[in-house]
């Protein structure tokens, strides 16, 4: 996949430097690959339901 460079604004740059920062990375490229990839994950995990708890259903087998 190609690198693609994006341009942040100060309130940006500030959000995404607190992230890296906390997270150990080196670059604010990485920090907003980070968000990106999280966000992803998390809204993966709201679609397809997972964590949910899982109950055993019981009843007659036709």
Same mark, same amino acid.
């Given at each position: 996949?190609p690198? #693609?460079?994006i /341009?942040?604004? /100060?309130q940006? +740059?500030?959000?995404?430097?607190?992230?890296r920062?906390?997270?150990?990375?080196? %670059?604010r #490229?990485?920090?907003? /690959?980070? =968000? =990106?990839?999280? %966000?992803?994950?998390? %809204?993966? +995990?709201?679609?397809?339901?997972?964590?949910r708890?899982?109950?055993?259903?019981?009843? /007659?087998?036709?």
């Open positions: 996949m690198e #693609q460079t /341009e942040f604004d /100060e940006t +740059a500030a959000v995404l430097d607190a992230v920062e906390r997270e150990g990375l080196e %670059s #490229q990485q920090a907003a /690959e980070f =968000l =990106l990839r999280t %966000s992803i994950r998390e %809204s993966n +995990a709201r679609l397809t339901g997972r964590g708890a899982l109950y055993q259903v019981t009843g /007659e087998r036709h």
